[in-house]
């Protein structure tokens, strides 16, 4: 597979990653581990040289079979994780509960590595921003963390411009990981050409709209428990049959390029810079041949021109987030 660089920095990727949440959190019960770590060597032989999970999604558990399924693979793969909230099992705080004083995040990388079976993180990400700690404070931990050898890389997740400067003016952030889709399009208007600007890369998360732009969850469709779009607005009922215009759109065009709607998706967002690494989110092997195939469409002008009207024409309906949420993102 075609390889990426984040921005102006050295770490080099697959052009797609894979993200591992769903394997073990946010989209109902945890899959079987072993099919699990199947579906992840199965990457890695196709190509996907770059994985994503966090401490919270499990909590812990995702870190530990990520570290299990990638340890054959130590040095031709990388691997990011996050810090950021307080975990329910040491304090009782609820999973909102957000957390980035510099003991925390010094606990957590050396908690982080133990699961990931690694002798240093090679992109370690601040989940939220912690509004009670001062940006310059956490990017100043993380700074400390890559020098004594436990972290390569420092990230941010769904920050804001002048959080993303603040944070680069202290230690240079090799990518911001934010929510970027044909259907979330809110980081085109400051974030990425601020990242171009200052070199930064960008790992777009759910850029298959949490699955609803494969084509796959229709207005019938139910979520089992622990599955996280079940309490999202956008996937109501409602603004599902209302949203379904989207992936028609999307169908159609990939009608006349062999392609599924997914991979016009995908293929859209790799189109829109070099410095992008989408990481869709699967936990089943056809899903994943059918994104790793993206990589390979190489959409021109006319295509993505094609594109852009047909979402021009669409508003989306529904919330990303419950409002709550939703503050914590954009800080």
Known sequence: MEQR????SDLQVSAL????????????????????????????????????TAEVYGPYTNEALVGEALAPFRGRVKIATKFGFRMPVQSGAPINALDSRPDTIRAVV????????????????QHRVDPEVPIEDVAG??????????????????????TIRRAHAVQPVTALQSEYSLWTRQPEAQILP?????????????????????????????????????IL?????????????????????????????????????????PWIVPIPGTTKGHRLEENIAAADLHLDASDLREIEQAAAGITVLGARYPEAMEKMSGR
């Open 110 to 125: 050396d908690a982080s590595l133990g699961r990931l079976q690694v002798d240093a993180i090679d992109l370690l990400y």
């Open 141 to 162: 931990t993380v700074r400390d963390l890559i020098q004594v050898g436990k972290v390569r890389h420092f990230g941010l997740s769904e920050a804001g411009a002048q």
């Open 233 to 273: 607005p956008r996937f109501t009922a409602e603004a599902r049959q209302h949203n379904q215009v989207l992936v028609d759109a999307l169908r159609r065009i990939g009608a006349t390029r062999n392609a599924t709607p997914a991979q016009i998706a995908l293929g859209w967002l790799l189109a829109q810079k």
């Open 17 to 52: 990653g894979l993200g591992c949440m769903g394997m073990s959190f946010g989209l109902g019960p945890a899959k079987d581990r072993q099919e699990m770590i199947t579906l992840i060597h199965h990457a890695v032989d196709r190509g996907v040289t770059f994985f994503d």
């Open 5 to 8: 660089r984040l921005g102006r």
């Open 194 to 230: 601020l990242l171009e600007e200052l070199g930064i890369g960008f790992v777009p998360f759910s850029p298959l709209g949490k699955g609803f732009l494969t084509g796959a969850i229709d207005a019938t469709r139910g979520f089992e428990p622990g599955d996280l779009r079940g």
